[in-house]
């Protein structure tokens, strides 16, 4: 018996809330480390605890949510990790945005009073996009919810601190940095924008010492040349043989700097000349350790300028100081020439000002080794990347990779774990005790002086220094714990391209240091999502729709489908609401055709799942080939992580193989009075339907669950946790499917020219089919379905009839199809109405026509208003060659 009726439309707003809380209670999400399946474990990538839901969160967690619920329906002990990343710099910025507008400032509190506010901001504010998350159907492990900042998460990140610097692999340093003057912390690549800026080219003179030459350089930041310590030149370039080793006078600074020959020099660019600033730019300083140049750092940390500069401009913010500088170099004429310049600046993420490239005392990992056995992993194999040509992208980045700058200047993170020895007395405080400790505990007093004046490092962790841990740090690592030893490695990671370097590539080092093996070992990259424009989607263009609209107006396992049925692996995904709507137009659909195989349930009682398919009429049997090929497609393309290839195949299984043609020819049979053919039809309906649901749940978990309750039998478990589909036993006989496909192929012809000859819906036709070769026999065995699926009244089947007057024709397999129109249609109607339309498609083939032969307008119009017009061209003709035909068929 089903477990109760359907209702006439599907009401997702009933459905959605109703199952999800059934599964959290049944425990169903939650995996079991003492179980004997095999474990298929996932961990979600951690979104920023600020976050709310995007399309790119519903596009990335959807992919994870089909891998997980299959592997789940697989057997497997599935395990799908969730959790929060900290998000060092945003959080603070929240917090900080937050104690402005209550007239706190975040400087003039304590390091603990900040953080009780940001722990309290997170506790009000961190679990939205959890609670979305659940929302979209996700099907984490909730009982193993991670966060970033957790008491056993932070102690993992502390102990790694700790490995890597026992191994010399940390170290501190005086480096240039990503500097966001903003917050006031160094920042990593990722955090940095860059924007192209209508800008400004200055050209400097700088005059040689002791001669009355002068050499022009140019420059996007003029203020910075007052921490200028060299002029550099190619040293093939003849322009300046007779200045190498010679000195120029700085400008406004009242020094002289050394003219210096180096190959990075662009002869060609420019003058061939290039100021040097190695305390402010990435490739002068390389310049400035080779050379063994002054490196003078003119910025103080919010970006004015600093004691290093002229009096003049001390304290001056950086614009101010620009402004100041250009006057003054303009005074004094050594302002050659100005020029409007169109380039990239780099702007901080959060802080949305543009960065400095700035000289601080930072911690950073060696990378190289680190980098070695990662780069085996993925060209061995051992890692395979969906699409694979992020494989060379990976490989580029990780041969040259630079060491890394992990610490931050900020309150909000894991603070770093070294200490340092202050001493009662300066005096007493030998030169060894300035060394740091080492150490997650508080040493008790210092080791050299026995001072216990020890002070903690007061910088944190890069939020990457925490997060590249993630697949192992959610399970107790550095303990050796069941759970480790059950769920790691993972098998799967869903991410974006965007962060391939700054996560795949530091969880892929992380995972072979820590635990000696890869952390995953396949990758998929998720699309990029654009407008119908193209525009990549984003807050400041306002062109990415609100998530949780869409689910209000289509349903979840619309758009969670629909998503999917337009995101190709390898592309970007051109982002349309009419993929929704297929997505809408699916799940009812399916629905109907439910309700419709429910409708006909003998006395609503399932039919047995046994079925001798043996005993099956040519529908039946096909019905469940068609089916078997499903499967066995639908699991070659998920094994290639095809996910739009998948839903698409069974997309168009169910709605054109199963509702379109077996429920409609199912329905001949239950009407057809003849009980073991119908209840044949109700055995293989159901069946197939349900393998349908199991197929689909993955894609669709909240509708396939609703109604594999109306269809599953007592001893049945729910769908989320019922056994993958398996294909039906069944003798594949090659001219059973080909006869099918001829009975399709005649139906579909005699509806095209009902179409085509504007035959009312409720007219039935007679049809004449002429085979020489006796291969209509399939449509004397299976007459009542033809004449049922194409309202024929009679047919007539033979090997020389002959083409009666008026007919509409068709040839199908060397068997031609005629309808006579005569009776059916008033044929004098239909010839003035096809001989208008075919003069009013002259005349518009005509003017479209001149359009496209005119230079003019070829050369002036948008080039997609020529495309549309050359789109209307093609189907004009398309239309009027059909009209041609059917004027011939009707005269």
Not at 107 to 125: C, D, G, M, P, V
Not at 167 to 190: M, T
Not at 806 to 834: C, K, N, Y
Request: with cysteine; glycine share 6%; proline share 5%.
């Amino acid at each position: 018996m089903t477990d109760s009726k359907l209702s006439k439309q599907y009401s997702w707003e009933s459905v959605e809330d109703k199952w999800y809380q059934h599964w959290l209670n049944a425990g169903y999400f939650h995996a079991d480390a003492n179980s004997e399946k095999p474990p298929y474990t996932i961990v979600i990538p951690p979104p920023n605890v600020t976050g709310v839901l995007t399309m790119g969160h519903v596009l990335n967690n959807t992919i994870q949510d089909i891998l997980i619920r299959k592997a789940r329906m697989e057997g497997k002990n599935a395990c799908w990790i969730p959790g929060t990343d900290h998000a060092s710099i945003a959080t603070e910025g929240k917090v900080t945005a937050k104690l402005e507008k209550d007239d706190i400032s975040k400087n003039e509190i304590s390091r603990e009073e900040f953080l009780k506010h940001a722990w309290a901001w997170k506790n009000e504010y961190g679990g939205i996009i959890i609670r979305q998350l659940k929302k979209l159907g996700c099907s984490c492990d909730w009982e193993r919810e991670r966060f970033t900042m957790d008491e056993g998460y932070s102690h993992a990140v502390l102990e790694a601190f700790i490995k890597l610097h026992e191994k010399g692999f940390i170290y501190r340093g005086h480096r240039l940095v990503n500097w966001c003057p903003a917050s006031q912390s160094a920042i990593s690549d990722e955090e940095v924008n860059h924007k192209e800026i209508n800008g400004k080219l200055w050209h400097f003179r700088y005059p040689v010492e002791g001669s009355g030459e002068h050499v022009i350089v140019a420059t996007t930041r003029p203020e910075t040349m007052l921490g200028d310590t060299a002029v550099a030149v190619h040293p093939d370039d003849k322009r300046y043989k007779q200045l190498h080793g010679k000195f120029v006078l700085l400008p406004l600074a009242d020094r002289k700097i050394p003219i210096i020959t180096d190959e990075y020099v662009d002869m060609e660019f420019g003058t061939g000349c290039v100021k040097v600033t190695p305390a402010h730019d990435p490739n002068d300083f390389i310049m400035g350790e080779n050379h063994e140049l002054e490196f003078i750092s003119i910025m103080n940390a919010d970006a004015s300028l600093n004691d290093n500069a002229p009096e003049p401009y001390r304290g001056l913010s950086r614009e101010d100081a620009r402004k100041a500088v250009l006057s003054d170099l303009g005074k004094q004429g050594f302002l050659e020439k100005t020029e409007d310049y169109l380039h990239k600046v780099g702007y901080s993420e959060r802080g949305n000002v543009p960065i400095e490239y700035y000289l601080s005392d930072q911690w950073f990992v060696k990378m190289k080794d680190l980098a070695s056995p990662a780069i085996e992993a993925v060209k061995s194999g051992k890692i395979a990347f969906h699409p694979d040509h992020w494989t060379k992208t990976y490989d580029h980045w990780m041969e040259n990779i630079k060491d890394w700058c992990i610490s931050r200047q900020l309150i909000w993170g894991h603070r770093i774990p070294v200490w340092y020895c202050r001493g009662m007395d300066k005096d007493q405080c030998k030169m060894e005790c300035r060394e740091p400790v080492v150490s997650i505990a508080q040493p008790e007093a210092c080791s050299v002086c026995g001072s216990k004046d020890m002070v903690q490092d007061p910088d944190v962790l890069d939020t990457w220094a925490s997060s590249w841990l993630w697949p192992f740090g959610v399970h107790d690592w550095p303990n050796d714990s069941d759970e480790l030893k059950k769920f790691y490695p993972t098998n799967v990671l869903v991410t974006g391209p965007d962060i391939i370097f700054f996560w795949v590539a530091r969880m892929i080092m992380a995972g072979q240091e820590f635990c000696g093996d890869i952390p995953f070992s396949d990758v998929y990259f998720t699309s990029i999502l654009r407008d119908e424009k193209g525009q990549k989607f984003s807050k400041s263009l306002g062109n990415s729709p609100d998530p949780f609209d869409l689910f209000e107006k289509y349903g979840t396992d619309a758009v969670r489908f629909g998503i999917m049925l337009m995101a190709p692996q390898g592309l970007d995904v051109l982002f349309s609401e009419s993929r929704l709507e297929v997505g809408r137009n699916f799940m009812n659909k399916l629905w109907n055709a439910a309700r419709f195989v429910q409708m006909n349930l003998k006395d609503g009682e399932l039919p047995l799942d046994e079925i001798d398919t043996e005993s099956l009429d040519l529908p039946e049997r096909w019905i469940l080939f068609r089916l078997n090929q499903t499967i066995d497609q639908f699991e070659r393309r998920m094994d290639k992580f095809h996910f739009n290839e998948a839903a698409k195949t069974l997309y168009e299984f169910t709605w054109s193989d199963y509702c379109d043609w077996y429920v409609e020819i199912a329905k001949t049979r239950f009407q057809s009075g003849d009980e073991a053919k119908a209840e044949a039809a109700r055995a293989v309906a159901v069946k197939v339907l349900k393998n349908i649901f199991k197929l689909l749940h993955a894609y669709a978990p909240f509708i396939t669950e609703e109604l594999w309750a109306s269809f599953k039998s007592d001893d049945e478990t729910d769908l989320i946790v019922s056994s993958w589909p398996s294909k039906t036993e069944l003798t594949e006989k090659m001219d059973e499917i080909a006869s099918m496909e001829i009975l399709k192929e005649v139906i579909s012809a005699v509806r095209t020219i009902r179409s085509r000859m504007n035959v009312p819906p409720a007219s039935k036709a007679n049809v004449l089919v002429r085979s020489p070769n006796g291969s209509a026999s399939v449509l004397k065995e299976y007459e009542s379905i033809v004449k049922s699926l194409a309202k024929v009244e009679d047919m007539t089947l033979g090997k020389s009839i002959k083409k009666p007057d008026h007919s509409a024709t068709a040839v199908i397999r060397q068997m031609e199809i005629f309808v006579p129109l005569e009776g059916l249609i008033d044929l004098d109607i239909e010839r003035a109405r096809l001989t208008k339309r075919q003069t009013e498609l002259d005349g518009f083939i005509i003017q479209i026509q001149k359009k496209l032969s005119n230079d003019n307008f070829l050369s002036r119009a948008p080039e997609d208003v020529v495309q549309n017009e050359k789109e209307k061209l093609a189907d004009m003709e398309a239309e009027l060659e059909r009209i041609n035909s059917n004027l011939e068929m009707l005269s």
